[in-house]
């Protein structure tokens, strides 16, 4: 074939003209490709990321409550809500405890800031200039502190005893440490911390003694004498204070409840006082005022005001009544403690306290859902006066309702017992829709607020459990009082077989109509598993039952005296009397795993076994369900908690009674 057949062409003519074709050909099909994909991942990522969910629906499932509504009716006024729950009409009248007190005392003593103080006195129908305090309350701590800055001479005798019982202790190789007399050893001493000093003189018995206790004393007395007949009212509300002009429950301030726990401080001190004293009918008087104010701090509340009112309780619990052995209380006494404990204000719930938590996420949630970004407020800022995720978090689609109906069924949940943590265990894989975003945002909230409020349930079985033992405790002393020994761990038929515990024979001193019935029913002179006497076996006395083992068989007690030849209770069916025993002795002490019927008069804990420790894998070990130690009850009447890492031979002392200090 001949050249001539194909036309010529330059080099460049060779190349360019047929890559021009072939690009001109396909340029306009791949655009197209591009931008067909680009648009359907900008939709996708719009649909899944940006898309806001529909409008949240106010109802049961979704916003808890559905009035009242904020005046543009779109959502619900919790903080409204709040208020008409927590102050009843009597907030500002004579019939509530806490603003006789804040009329006479003035207060809180937290805080003094004009703007918080005018709204707080306003609560209680008050006002903060006119209505001046015409009398002063200081804790126990704090007179210590300032009369030792004023007057340091007064303190010339206590630092030179304190000195002389380091060196005594130094030469019996028993030195005590700073912490418990409040001065460094003798041979660095430099200073004298009154704080320190108050803390180790607190519980002591010699607490009368002490010259500036009594000075304490004169100048509280009339506060704490107002204190008691305020706690008797039937309302004690101490007002919340919000900043500025919030309307939001999760900005409310709560500046009153440590006040309140101070004059409980107070009122303790006073009581162990009496009771060195001979004072019994002031010293109960002091001690029930304390659980009062307790249980009124936590009606209605929020945990924390809770959390605060138990602490109260706990104090009120530790305090002794028998602790001078030749001033006890007699049986009148007795049974008038023993009534104003039966007769306390209802404690609230905990889930009168989950209730009110509740409200206040769900305030907060509707907070962030108006302004997302108002979540973030204080975020270290990165550019101008906003973080990034200011920019961010407002772009990013939730479905409010999701979000509302997972946390609301959390708490439903809890409260109902059948809450599964690990269904709310936050996977961030789910990021990539809408409804698991959303579902994801949720669980988040969760796994860091529910768990706390599982811990707060378990405070209020221990403050029960520490209740039940009180009670206990106080029935063994007016058995006491009656028969001039206590119970004894069991009784005996004429063949020495076991025939009733010391449970059944305390049945008739609680001050309980349905227990004492029950008491009539049994047959004293028949075994605790006869035939008639089998039938109460299965009864469950709430009296005898640790709230915080409710997996107990019905019929089982998680509360057991420890036996030995030289302790309060034996094995040879015989009362033992007080007096040759010291007041520092375990009286009535909790066990975990080995529960018994309540009625079984032969499985008590014994003496060896006590003395290996609490939670010891024993047969017979002392225990609780409550995290780190268990329960006590003591011979000077007080109930107190003991760590299980407390050390073995000052537990040892305790069991015996042979201990100097109280625990």
């Known amino acids: 074939m001949s050249n001539d057949t194909f ?20 340029r306009p099909g ?48 919790y903080f409204a ?34 703007e918080y103080m005018q709204g707080f006195y306003e609560k209680l129908g008050l006002d903060y200039i006119r209505d001046k305090p015409t009398m002063t309350y200081i804790t126990p701590e704090d007179f210590f502190k300032n009369r030792y800055i004023l007057h340091p001479e007064e ?76 706690s008797k009212k039937p309302f004690f509300v101490v007002p919340v204070v919000v900043p500025g002009d919030a309307t939001n429950m999760y900005n409310i301030l709560l500046p009153g409840l440590q006040g309140v726990r101070s004059f409980v401080r107070g009122l ?28 009124h701090l936590g009606r209605p509340s929020f945990i924390v005001q809770q ?43 905990w889930q009168d306290g989950v209730e009110m938590e509740r409200l206040a996420l769900l305030d907060m949630l509707t907070a962030i859902m108006k302004d997302p970004s108002s979540m973030f407020t204080g975020f270290p800022y ?41 269904r709310y265990t936050p996977d961030f894989v789910r990021l990539l829709t809408l409804e698991a975003r959303s579902r994801l945002a949720a669980d988040i909230l969760i796994s860091m607020l529910l768990p706390a409020t599982g811990a707060f349930q378990e405070a209020i079985r221990r403050i029960d459990c520490t209740m039940n033992m009180k009670r206990i405790v106080l029935a063994m002393h007016l058995y006491e009082r009656e028969y001039g020994t206590l119970p004894p761990a069991l009784t005996l038929d004429a063949n020495g077989k076991p025939l009733h515990g010391w449970r059944t ?80 002795i375990l009286m009535l002490a909790e066990r975990k795993n080995d529960t018994v019927c309540w009625m079984q008069p032969d499985a008590e804990i014994l003496q060896t076994d006590a003395e290996l420790g609490i939670s010891h894998s024993s047969p017979t070990s002392i225990g609780s369900n409550h995290t780190g130690g268990a329960n006590f009850g003591l011979l000077d009447g007080g109930v107190t908690f003991i760590s299980e890492t407390i050390d073995n031979a000052t537990f040892v002392e305790l069991v015996r009674g042979t201990a100097k200090k109280r625990p």
């Open 7 to 26: 036309p010529k062409m330059t080099p460049e003519e060779n190349v360019k003209p047929t890559c021009s074709v072939v690009w001109s050909e396909y």
């Open 30 to 77: 791949c655009w197209t490709y591009f931008c067909v994909i680009a648009f359907a991942l900008i939709v996708l990522v719009w649909f899944n990321i940006f898309r806001s969910g529909p409008p949240l629906r106010i109802a049961k499932d979704t916003t808890y409550i559905t009035e009242p509504l904020t005046p543009d009716g779109r959502y619900v006024d």
């Open 81 to 114: 809500d709040f208020e008409r729950r927590y102050y009843p009409p009597e907030t500002a009248t004579d019939d509530n405890g806490y603003r006789m007190v804040i009329r006479v005392i003035g207060g809180p003593l937290e805080t003094s800031a004009p």
């Open 155 to 230: 303190f010339e005798d206590i630092i030179a005893m304190e000195k002389s019982k380091l060196l005594v202790g130094e030469e019996e190789g028993e030195e005590e440490t700073e912490e418990e007399t409040g001065m460094l050893p003798s041979s660095t001493i430099v200073s004298f911390d009154p704080s320190k000093y108050w803390q180790s003189l607190s519980n002591s018995q010699e607490l009368h003694k002490n010259i500036i206790v009594q000075k304490w004393l004169e100048a509280n007395n009339a506060a704490l004498d107002l204190v008691v007949e305020a």
């Open 268 to 295: 303790q001190t006073r009581a162990t006082i009496r009771v060195s004293e001979g004072n019994i009918d002031g010293a109960i008087e002091d001690i029930l005022a304390c659980y009062r104010l307790g249980r």
């Open 307 to 349: 959390l605060v009112g138990v602490a109260c309780e706990g104090i009120a619990h530790s305090v002794a009544y028998n602790g001078n052995l030749t001033t006890k209380a007699n049986t009148e006494q007795l049974e008038h403690l023993r009534d104003g404990l039966n007769n306390l204000p209802p404690r609230a719930t």
């Open 382 to 422: 990165s550019r101008g006066d906003k973080a990034p995720v200011d920019y961010i978090l407002p772009l990013i689609g939730l479905d409010w309702n999701v979000i509302f109906e997972r946390v609301n069924r959390a708490y439903d949940e809890m409260i109902a017992g059948t809450l599964d943590p690990t």
């Open 505 to 584: 024979l305390l049945l008739p001193y609680f001050g309980d109509e349905e227990l004492a019935d029950l008491y009539a029913q049994i047959r004293l002179d028949e075994p605790w598993d006869s035939g008639h006497n089998r039938q109460f076996h299965t009864r469950n006395l709430d009296i005898y039952r640790c709230p915080s083992n409710p997996s107990m068989p019905d019929g089982h007690t998680s509360y057991s005296v420890i036996v030995g030849d030289e302790l309060l209770f034996t094995n040879g069916g015989e009362g033992q009397k007080f007096g040759e025993h010291g007041p520092n």
